[in-house]
T-cell receptor, first 113, second 113 residues
């Protein structure tokens, strides 16, 4: 059974800092890994999708890396801004099927102006 | 190109009533997934549907919950005789196929009073 853990559960940083969010998963037989952003009371916004054959993906100030063998992914946010404040979720396909995503509980990020 | 559309955004039901949640996938997407997010919990997979077919309902509670994705119209998640424990955010996602990137709607927040 796939399990996803995200550390830390919450993070508060001053504006402008670079930061790293961590995600670990137990079953490394995955097709891909997705990072999402969830704002309070809102839906999920897909940030980055990394295929299993890739080591990293970049979008603007975001960079996600994937190490399948160790069951880890990191989301790096450069030059953080108050608008980055949200909960960041990591999701991987469950072992039962590629369509069924298993989510971590997320990291709640607060960027202080 | 509109994203995944869910309605209503908020739904209040009294115990014992029925709740109907609707989801229109992104244009060109024929795969629909429903997830539930309980307070302080991660998102949990409920059901995966393609047009007129339930592919995997392993995450659905055995009683009171049902889902459909008819040939025409949106996917419907139906909860009969709601109880307080059904209060949660229900998210719908769609994709072109598997394993491809899933896009999520804004969610329906169900409150049972």
């Amino acid at each position: 059974k796939q399990e996803v853990t995200q550390i830390p559960a919450a993070l508060s940083v001053p504006e402008g800092e670079n930061l790293v969010l961590n995600c670990s998963f137990t079953d490394s037989a995955i097709y891909n890994l997705q990072w999402f952003r969830q704002d309070p009371g809102k839906g999920l916004t897909s940030l980055l999708l990394i295929q299993s054959s890739q080591r990293e993906q970049t979008s603007g100030r975001l960079n996600a890396s994937l190490d399948k063998s160790s069951g880890r992914s990191t989301l790096y946010i450069a030059a953080s801004q108050p608008g980055d404040s949200a909960t960041y979720l990591c999701a991987v396909p469950s072992g039962a099927g590629s369509y069924q995503l298993t989510f971590g509980k997320g990291t709640k990020l607060s960027v202080i102006p | 190109n509109a994203g995944v559309m869910q309605n209503p955004r908020h739904l209040v039901r009294r115990r014992g009533q029925e709740a109907r949640l609707r989801c229109s996938p992104m244009k060109g997407h024929s795969h629909v997934y429903w997830y539930r997010q309980l307070p302080e919990e991660g998102l949990k997979f409920m059901v995966y549907l393609q047009k007129e077919n339930i592919i995997d309902e392993s995450g659905m509670p055995k009683e009171r919950f049902s889902a459909e994705f008819p040939k025409e119209g949106p996917s419907i998640l139906r909860i009969q005789q709601v109880v307080r424990g059904d209060s949660a955010a229900y998210f719908c996602a769609s994709s072109r196929g598997e394993p491809t990137e899933a896009f999520f709607g804004q969610g329906t927040r169900l409150t049972v009073v």
